[in-house]
Nanobody
């Protein structure tokens, strides 16, 4: 059974940093198409960043240059380093896994069949 558990969220001031982590079980993170999604209050689910099994990465324009997605093979985790955070980054962040492995990195939330419970990130002074 695929399970995803996120951690690392919290309250941070604008310009600050946070590192999110997602532990996967029932599969190998390195062998999967993985992504971070987010949902701001009153808005729909948004794709933030993705990585494929070949370690290729992709980012939404809104976070490019500030966020970095990575994997830890030993811990079977997917991480998201978030720097220079802005109030508009405030959202619930979800770790997600696609049903099938592909070379392309899907950029739509519905492309990811599995999702964790989420971790809240609030950027405010």
């Amino acid at each position: 059974e695929v399970q995803l558990v996120e951690s690392g969220g919290g309250l941070v001031q604008p310009g600050g940093s946070l590192r999110l982590s997602c532990v996967g079980s029932g599969f190998f993170v390195t062998g999967s198409n993985m992504a971070w999604l987010r949902q701001a209050p009153g808005k729909g689910l948004e794709w933030v960043s993705g990585v494929n099994s070949g370690a290729n990465t992709r980012y939404a324009d809104s976070v490019w240059g500030r966020f970095r997605i990575s994997r830890d093979n030993a811990k079977n985790t997917l991480d998201l380093q978030m720097n220079n955070l802005k109030p508009e980054d405030t959202a619930m962040y979800f770790c997600a896994k696609a049903e099938r492995r592909t070379g392309l990195i899907p950029t739509t939330p519905e492309s990811y069949a599995y999702r964790g419970q989420g971790t809240q990130v609030t950027v405010s002074s």
